[in-house]
């Protein structure tokens, strides 16, 4: 019979099992096990069979597998509309897809009502028994997720920490933090003192949070004033604009932000005021966004390790469901500063 590249037949219907089995003069049943027990064949048996097989381009359907082996081999990922156009969550799912594809599964994403996370995407597909497990992200306070998973016996894996509460599950975030850190110790190496940051309203997000404790415990360390340093704004270009003019007209030579769109609204009120990023205040983001690169002049960005993030999900997911007793596992990635123009200078004018 010759080969079909569309795992169809000389007369252009499917090629299926019993077929293969015909071909190779074997069961059935050993065509199944030469697919997904081929330890229980001798070597020239299964050697036989992969050949027919291959000749004439059988391929399992997924249908099959699931219902013999319980596993749908998708992995659930809910994403909330207003976040559907992020970069940094566009890099994190390219990276997650990728991980998963290697590993055998598909990524399977699922509309979330907008604002605080809700179970009823979770439900839905866990009664129609159409994921193997979730990658949960926007893991943050109150979140009810984790534990209703839980409880549930479901495997998940959270790209994010809980921030309050009791830890549940593994997870895999990045230590933003050690970035916010990182950035600090830069600026003081070019001789900056006057370091503000410009974050979200404290409380409003743990990730936010976490980076503003990074500068405030830099600028302790060093001994250096945090009073009237910081400001606070929803993530959004014209607030920042607004909140980074406080922090300006208190004399800082440097601005740290907890995102590149807040950054974005410290240009802003730069170029407003006839100054120029980098050159008269330096300013560094968080995320290293596509846009981050493309300003002028370029802006410094603290990056995250969005591939390694993706492939540690992955991993864990894989791991807890081998092994659901097993001891959760969570891990801390360190970011990178990304240094560019808007922050290579040293201040004009500092006391």
Known sequence: MPRSSKNSSAKGGPVTLAMVARQAGVSPQTVSNAINSPDMLRPETLERVRRVIDEMGYRPSRAAQTLRTRSSKLIGYGIQPALSSSPVLDRFLHALSQAADEAGYRILLFACPPGAPALEGYEELLNQHEVDGFVLSGTDRGDPRQA?????????????????????????????????????????????????????????????????????????????????????????????????????????????AASDMLALGCYQTLRERGAAPGRDVAVIGFDDSPTAELLSPGLSSIAQPLEDVGRECVRLLLTRMASPDAPPERLLLEPSLIVRDSATASPSTDS
Do not use: C, Y
Request: proline share 3%; aromatic share 8%.
């Open 148 to 256: 209703w998973l839980t409880k549930r016996g479901v495997p998940f894996v959270g790209f994010g920490r809980m921030w309050s509460g009791r830890q549940v599950g593994d997870w895999v975030d990045v230590d933003g933090a050690s970035g916010t850190d990182a950035a600090v110790e830069h600026l003081i190496g070019l001789g900056h003192r006057k370091i503000a940051f410009l974050g979200w309203e404290r409380g409003s997000s743990g990730a936010g949070d976490d980076r503003a404790e990074g500068w405030l415990r830099a600028m302790r360390r060093h001994g250096l004033p945090t009073r009237g340093r910081r400001g606070r704004s929803v993530n959004d270009i014209d607030a920042a604009q607004a909140a980074a003019k406080p922090l300006l007209d208190g004399g800082a030579t440097a601005v740290i």
